[in-house]
Nanobody, 121 residues
């Protein structure tokens, strides 16, 4: 199974920025759908942003205008640029990818291990 390795989380002050990366390990991977989710303490995991194979994007209302999801098909990496961060953005962020490997048409999926984002002064 393909592993998704996340990086880029950390502690940032309100109004600051972070960029999260989610890299799919292995060769011959084609990511069809790349998502970023987040889960705050005591809350359910929620979808933050999505990017399709065609490059279409969708965002949760709470992050529209502040977050940008993008992808690098050569590096098999999905990014989440987060600007103007707020304390309510504090959560563990998880990436999710729906993908195929090599010439197979079988769609598979994996989750990243999660990365903590804390917004606090």
């Amino acid at each position: 199974q393909v592993q998704l390795v996340e990086s880029g989380g950390g502690l940032v002050q309100p109004g600051g920025s972070l960029r999260l990366s989610c890299a799919a390990s292995g060769s011959g991977i084609s990511i069809n759908l790349g998502d970023w989710y987040r889960q705050a303490p005591g809350k359910e995991r929620e979808l933050v942003a999505r990017i399709t194979s065609a490059g279409s994007t969708n965002y949760a209302d709470s992050v529209k205008g502040r977050f940008t999801i993008s992808r690098d098909n050569v590096k098999n990496t999905v990014y989440l640029q987060m600007n103007n961060l707020k304390p309510e953005d504090t959560a563990v962020y998880y990436c999710y990818a729906d993908y195929t490997v090599g010439r197979s048409f079988k769609r598979q999926s994996s989750w990243g291990q999660g990365t903590q984002v804390t917004v606090s002064s």
